[in-house]
């Protein structure tokens, strides 16, 4: 089983910048795919990024694709989503996922068995 803390959020006018960390408890952190979701009021909660296990693969969202840049450091546990050029839209609660030997490319939530508490993050126009 694994823990997973959020940190990183903000409030930030668009244009701007933040980066996000996911810690992760345990000893075999390297054995999860790692992902990012975020959920906007009202709406549903959907996917923005991911990680496979090794680094080796990563996965976006559209909407963010060429903005967003999901990292991670297994000697550190802890997964990253550096976020450029934020817009207003991006406002939402961001969580971190995990899932054990997974790929990291599932867009379906309920693809992934671990999550955090979220982290709200505010893009002011």
């Known amino acids: 089983q694994v823990q997973l803390v959020e940190s990183g959020g903000g409030l930030v006018q668009a244009g701007g910048s933040l980066r996000l960390s996911c810690a992760a408890s345990g000893r075999t952190f390297s054995s999860y795919a790692m992902g990012w979701f975020r959920q906007a009021p009202g709406k549903e909660r959907e996917f923005v990024a991911g990680i496979s296990w090794d680094g080796g693969n990563t996965y976006y969202a559209d909407s963010v694709k060429g903005r967003f840049a999901i990292s991670r450091d297994n000697a550190k546990n802890t997964v990253y989503l550096q976020m450029n050029s934020l817009k207003p839209e991006d406002t939402a609660v961001y969580y971190c996922?995990?899932?054990?030997w997974g790929s990291g490319s599932s867009r379906n939530e309920r693809s992934w068995n671990y999550w955090g508490q979220g982290t709200q993050v505010t893009v002011s126009s």
């Open positions: 996922a995990a899932v054990m």
